[in-house]
C-alpha cells in the first residue's frame, strides 16, 4: 500500500512561522500609514479623555472673570471663553465626554445589534422576518426627530423624578442633572445605532453559514453551539471590527450634532458640540472659542474614519488589492 | 451485486419552496430530485453525473441528512436517516463524511490543519488529547501532507493542498462512507491525478465507499464501479462503469458522452458528435412526462406525457426511457 | 493548418515579459514569451490556473489589471506593434480588429443593458453604423451565433438568457466587428459539457465562414485536441512546448506536456489504475524557482536546469514543433 509521497510546499517555505489571519491583518494595518496616524491619534485622545483631570491646567467650571474672551496663550492654551473659563480645559474634558458617550452608546448598539442580527441570521424563519422588520422600522424612523421626541418627552419626568428621590432621601447623587442627560443621551443615540450592526452581523451570519466549511462542521456532527463559536463568530467578526471603528467616529459626531442643537450633553458640562454652539455664536470676536472643539471634533472623526478604512482594507485584504 | 447494500435510497424527494413577492407571499417549487432510487455498496465507488443543475449535488446532501428530504428514505445500517433529528443524527454522521468542491472555502480560515483535522477527533472522542499530535501527523501523512502542516493556516497552502486536508478531516471520523461532491473539479489539472490516485488509494487502505459526484466523464470512467446519470432532478440511467461507458441506452447519456473531448486529435477529426440543441430547462417548471423530452432526438407523443418508468432493463442496468426495450442489450 | 512560412504571422510577440508589484518589490510573471498567430490560424495556449495565459492576452489591448504592467517585448498585430500604440489606435484595435469573448458571460455583460445595445455599441462607434443598421446588424449577429428568435431576444437583458446563450451573445459582441483575430479566455469552463460542445462547433463554424484567426486560451488539453491547428503550452509564465496539434498530442516532449496528457484519464484506462500525475504544485505566480520554472517538480530535472532558463529550441524531425527543455534537447543531440 502506498500513499502519495510527501509533497513539497511551493506556497510556503518552511522556515516561514505559520501567520494567523489575525496576525496577517494586524501587519497589513501596520504598513498602512495613514491607518496608523489615525490609531496613534485615537490613542491619543483615549489617553487625553482617561487622565484629563490629571493634564489640565485649571478645572473646566472654574470661572476667571477677570480673563474673559482671552486669545490663546501661554497660560491658557486655547484661551478662555466669555465665562473665563479655560477652553483647553474644556476641550480635554469634552474628549471625556466624547469618548464615555461613543464608547458606551455604541457598546449597547452592538450588544443588541449582534445579538438579533446572529440569531436572526442563524435561526432564519419566522424571528428572522420579525426582526428585520422590527429594523427597518427603526431606521426608517428619522434620527434627530426621534432624539428630540424622547428629550422633550421623558426629559422634564425624569428630572422632576430625581429632583423628589432628592428630597426624600437626601442622596446628592438625585442632585446630579448629568445623569439625566447622560441617560437619555445614550438611550436614544443607542436605540437609533444599533440597526445597521444587525444588518451586518445578520448578513455576515447567512453568508457564512452557507460555506462549505459550516457544512463541513455540521456534517461531523458538531453541535449548533460549537459551530457558532468557533465557525461563524470568529469569521463574522472582522467586519464588525471595522463597522464599530466607523462607528465610535460617527457616535462622537451624533453626540456633538445633539449638544449642538440643546438636546444632548447640556452646559455646564463641556461636550464639543456644545462648545462649538456656544463659540458660534461669537465667532468674528473671539474665533478661538469655535476653532478649538471643532478642530479636535474634526480630527478625531478624520482618526476614526481613517483607522476604519485602513481595518477594512487589513481585514479584508482581497477588496483592495 | 447480491450483497446487501451499505446505503439504499429509496423514492428520494427534495424540492426547495423559494418565497417571491416583498412579503414572500408568492411560492414556486424547485424539483430539485424527485423520486431518485439508488443502492450504494461496500467498498464501490459509485459516481453521480450530470449537467448542472441536474440534482446530483442536492442528492449528496439530502442523502447526509445535510439537508431535509421532502419524503423518500435513505436506509443505512437498518434506519432511515433522513428521519433523524440532529441529535439522534450525530452518531451517524460519523460514519458519513463529504469531502466538497471550493478548496478555499472548505476550511475554517480562523484555525490551523491541527485544529481542523484533530476537532473530529477530540469531539467524537476518537482519542484522548494525549494521543491527539500523533493522531493528527498520522492522518496528515495519509493524505501526504508532513506533519509539520499542522501549525500551518489554510491560507497558506495551495488548492490542492488544502482539498488533501479536508480529505484527512473527513478520514478523522474513521468514517465507512465519504460523498465526494465535485471534489476534484476545481483543482489544476495536474493537481486533479494526484487527488484522483490519494482517493484511490485511501479506499484501498481503509475499504472505503464513495458517492462521487462530479460532471467530468472521463474522471468518472476511470473512478467508478458503477455510474448514475441524472437529468433535471431525475436519474436516467445507471449501470456498471463498462456497461453504461460501452452501451449507454438513453439518449440523454449517448448525448453527454458524445459531448466529452477527447485529447486525441485524429480521432476528434473522425469523430461523429450528437450535439444536443437547446439549454436545461428551469427546475422551477420541469417539463411534464420524461423531463428530457424537451432536448432529445427521438422524442414520442408518450414522452410528453407520462413519466417513464424506472426499470431494470438488464440485471444491473437500470434506465428510465420509453424507448428503450426491455432486455436491450444495446 | 499553420500559415505558409513565408507569409507574416499576424500575430507575432516576441519576448513579452510582464510583471507584478508585490510586497518584496517587482516579480516577473510572465518571462519572455514568444507566440505567432498565422492568418485564419486557429491557436491553443494551454496552461493552468496562474501560468499567465490570460495575462498575455490581455496586456495585447492592454487590459492589464492594476499593478501589472508589461516590462519589456513587443507584439506586432498587423504588422503595428499592439504594445507601442497610441490609445486611440488602441482603441480602433480593442473590440474592433481584435475580438475578446471571456470566461463568466454573467460577469462579462452589463446587467443593465439589453443585450441589443451591448451588440450595437462598438457597431456604432468602431463601424460609425446607423442605429438602424446596427440594430440589423446585431440580429444577424445573434442569428450567427445561433439564438432562436433573434428579433425577440435582442430586447433581451442578460439575466433572461441561460448561461450557454449569454456565452453566445458574449461570442457575438466578439464578432461584432468582423476581427481579424479573436480572443477566446476560457469561453467554456463555466459551462455544462453538452453546451460547450455546442459552443465549440459554433467557433469552429464561424472561423471558417469569417475566415478568422482564433486564440483559444484553456486549462483543459482534450477539449482544445480537435479545435485548434497549432498548441502552446505555458507553465509558469514561459511557453515550454509550441507545435502542431498533432504532433504534440503524437510527441509531446516537454515532461509538463507530457506529464499532463499522462495525467488525463483515457478510455482504456483499467477502472482505477494509477494516474501518472506530476508531482508537487505550480508555483504561485511571483515566486517563480530560478533556472527552469518546472525544474521542481520535474523527474528528469538534472544540475543545469536549476541553474539556467532554457529556451524554446526546434524539435529535431518536425517541422514547427519547439520545446524549451535541456533534458530533451540533450536527448536529441545525442539522438541525432
Redesign the interface.
Known amino acids: ?12 517555505a ?1 522556515d516561514e512561522p ?5 496576525r ?1 491583518a494586524w501587519h497589513r494595518l501596520l504598513r498602512n500609514k495613514l491607518a496608523v496616524a489615525g490609531l496613534a491619534v485615537v490613542i491619543l485622545l483615549a489617553f487625553v479623555a482617561v487622565f484629563g483631570p490629571w493634564l489640565t491646567p485649571y478645572d473646566f467650571l472654574t470661572q476667571d472673570l477677570n480673563a474673559r474672551n482671552q486669545a490663546p496663550s501661554l497660560a491658557h492654551l486655547f484661551g478662555t471663553d466669555d465665562l473665563g473659563r479655560d477652553v483647553f480645559s474644556r476641550v480635554v474634558y469634552g474628549t471625556r465626554t466624547a469618548f464615555v458617550v461613543a464608547i458606551v452608546v455604541t457598546a449597547i448598539a452592538v450588544v443588541i445589534g449582534v445579538a438579533l442580527g446572529a440569531m436572526a441570521g442563524f435561526f432564519g424563519g419566522m424571528f428572522d ?1 420579525i426582526v428585520m422588520w422590527f429594523t427597518d422600522m427603526t431606521m426608517s424612523v428619522p434620527n434627530l426627530l426621534l432624539v428630540v421626541v424622547i428629550n422633550a418627552s421623558l426629559k422634564t419626568p425624569i428630572t422632576a423624578w430625581m429632583e423628589a428621590r432628592y428630597q426624600a432621601t437626601l442622596n446628592p447623587f438625585y442632585r446630579e442633572t448629568i445623569w439625566v442627560d447622560f441617560l437619555l443621551v445614550f438611550g436614544s443615540m443607542a436605540l437609533i445605532s444599533w440597526p445597521p450592526y444587525a444588518r451586518l452581523v445578520r448578513a455576515q451570519v447567512l453568508s457564512i453559514r452557507g ?3 459550516v ?8 453541535t ?1 453551539r ?1 459551530i457558532l463559536m ?2 461563524i463568530v ?2 463574522a467578526i472582522g467586519p464588525l471590527i471595522v463597522s464599530v471603528s466607523a462607528g465610535l467616529g460617527t457616535a462622537m459626531v451624533l453626540e456633538s450634532a445633539f449638544s449642538f442643537l440643546g438636546v444632548g450633553v447640556n452646559p455646564p458640562t463641556p461636550s464639543w458640540g456644545n462648545m462649538i454652539s456656544d463659540g458660534l455664536r461669537v465667532w468674528q470676536h473671539y474665533p478661538h472659542l469655535l476653532a478649538a472643539p471643532a478642530a479636535v471634533l474634526g480630527l478625531a472623526t478624520v482618526a476614526f474614519s481613517f483607522l476604519g478604512d485602513g481595518l477594512n482594507d487589513a481585514l479584508n485584504p482581497r477588496g483592495s ?1 | 451485486m447480491a450483497a446487501e447494500p451499505l446505503i439504499k435510497v429509496e423514492n428520494l424527494v427534495k424540492h426547495f419552496v423559494v418565497r417571491l413577492g416583498a412579503f414572500g407571499e408568492r411560492g414556486a417549487t424547485v424539483y430539485a430530485v424527485d423520486d431518485v432510487n439508488f443502492d450504494i455498496f461496500a467498498g464501490e465507488t459509485l459516481s453521480l453525473v450530470g449537467e448542472s443543475g441536474c440534482g446530483k449535488s442536492t442528492t449528496g446532501f439530502t442523502l447526509l441528512n445535510l439537508q431535509k428530504a421532502t419524503s423518500g428514505k435513505v436506509l443505512f445500517q437498518g434506519e432511515n436517516i433522513v428521519s433523524l433529528d440532529e441529535k439522534r443524527m450525530r452518531p451517524y454522521r460519523r460514519e458519513l463524511q463529504i469531502v466538497f468542491q471550493d478548496p478555499y472555502s472548505t476550511l475554517n480560515p480562523r484555525m490551523t490543519i491541527g485544529e481542523v483535522v484533530g476537532e473530529p477527533i477530540l469531539f467524537h472522542k476518537l482519542a484522548t488529547k494525549a494521543e491527539l499530535p500523533e493522531r493528527v501527523s498520522r492522518l496528515l501523512a495519509d493524505v501526504g501532507l508532513p506533519a509539520r502542516f499542522a501549525q500551518r493556516y489554510p491560507h497558506e497552502l495551495s488548492g490542492g493542498q488544502r482539498q488533501r486536508v479536508a480529505i484527512a478531516r473527513a478520514l478523522a471520523c474513521e468514517p465507512k462512507f465519504i460523498v465526494c461532491d465535485e471534489a476534484i473539479s476545481a483543482l489544476d489539472v495536474s493537481v486533479q491525478a494526484q487527488i484522483i490516485n490519494l482517493l484511490l488509494d485511501l479506499q484501498e487502505k481503509y475499504g472505503l465507499t464513495y458517492l462521487f459526484i462530479a460532471h467530468d466523464l472521463a474522471v468518472v470512467r476511470h473512478i467508478s464501479t458503477r455510474v448514475g446519470v441524472m437529468y433535471l432532478g431525475r436519474m436516467a440511467e445507471l449501470a456498471s462503469r463498462e456497461q453504461l461507458f460501452s452501451n449507454p441506452l438513453h439518449p440523454y447519456t449517448k448525448a453527454l458522452l458524445s459531448a466529452v473531448p477527447e485529447a486525441d486529435p485524429e480521432l476528434e477529426k473522425t469523430r461523429q458528435r450528437q450535439i444536443l440543441t437547446g439549454d436545461v430547462p428551469s427546475p422551477l417548471a420541469p417539463p411534464a412526462g420524461c423531463r428530457f423530452h424537451t432536448r432529445c432526438p427521438i422524442a414520442m407523443d408518450k414522452c410528453k406525457a407520462v413519466v417513464p418508468e424506472w426499470r431494470e432493463v438488464v440485471p444491473g442496468h437500470h434506465v428510465a426511457c420509453h424507448a428503450v426495450e426491455q432486455g436491450a442489450a444495446g | 493548418m499553420t500559415a505558409p512560412a513565408d507569409n507574416k504571422p499576424l500575430l507575432d510577440v516576441r519576448g513579452l515579459t510582464i510583471e507584478i508589484d508585490t510586497r518584496r518589490g517587482p516579480a516577473v510573471i510572465v518571462d519572455g514569451i514568444n507566440l505567432t498567430v498565422g492568418k485564419g490560424e486557429t491557436v491553443g495556449v494551454v496552461g493552468e490556473s496562474g501560468c499567465g495565459k490570460s495575462l498575455t492576452m490581455l496586456s495585447l489591448v492592454r487590459l492589464l489589471p492594476n499593478k501589472i504592467r508589461v516590462k519589456s517585448g513587443t507584439a506586432e498585430f498587423a504588422g503595428r506593434d499592439l504594445l507601442k500604440m497610441s490609445k486611440s489606435e488602441l482603441r480602433q484595435v480593442r473590440g474592433g480588429k481584435i475580438g475578446f469573448v471571456f470566461q463568466d458571460p454573467m460577469t462579462s455583460l452589463n446587467p443593465v443593458m439589453r443585450i441589443g445595445d451591448q451588440l450595437c455599441e462598438p457597431l456604432i462607434y468602431h463601424r460609425n453604423m446607423s442605429k438602424a443598421d446596427a440594430r440589423e446588424r446585431a440580429i444577424e449577429l445573434l442569428r450567427l451565433v445561433g439564438i432562436p428568435g433573434p428579433e425577440q431576444r435582442i430586447e433581451a437583458y442578460p439575466h433572461e438568457l441561460s448561461g450557454g446563450m449569454r456565452q453566445r451573445v458574449m461570442i457575438a459582441i466578439g464578432l461584432a466587428c468582423d476581427p481579424e483575430l479573436l480572443i477566446a479566455d476560457e469561453p467554456t469552463t463555466a459551462l455544462d459539457v453538452t453546451i460547450q460542445a455546442q459552443i465549440v462547433d459554433l467557433v469552429k463554424d464561424l472561423r471558417k465562414k469569417l475566415n478568422m484567426s482564433v486564440v483559444w486560451i484553456t486549462h483543459d488539453l482534450a477539449l482544445i485536441a480537435g479545435l485548434v491547428d497549432r498548441v502552446a503550452v505555458l507553465y509558469a509564465g514561459t511557453v515550454v512546448e509550441d507545435a502542431p496539434v498533432n504532433e504534440l498530442f503524437a510527441r509531446p516532449t516537454h515532461p509538463y506536456t507530457r506529464g499532463l496528457l499522462a495525467s488525463i484519464p483515457k478510455l482504456s484506462d483499467e477502472r482505477a489504475s494509477r494516474l501518472s500525475s506530476i508531482g508537487g504544485t505550480p508555483p504561485e505566480p511571483g515566486r517563480r524557482p530560478k533556472g527552469c520554472p518546472f525544474a521542481p517538480r520535474c523527474a528528469l530535472a538534472e544540475s543545469v536546469c536549476h541553474e539556467r532558463v532554457p529556451v524554446l529550441e526546434p524539435v529535431a524531425g518536425s517541422t514547427g514543433h519547439r520545446v524549451a527543455c535541456f533534458v530533451a534537447q540533450r536527448q536529441m543531440m545525442e539522438a541525432a
Open positions: 500500500m502506498t500513499i502519495t509521497p510527501v509533497i513539497l510546499s511551493s506556497t510556503v518552511d505559520p501567520v494567523s489571519l489575525w496577517d422576518r460555506r462549505p466549511y457544512t463541513a462542521a455540521r456534517a461531523l456532527g458538531l449548533n460549537l468557533r465557525y470568529p469569521n488589492k
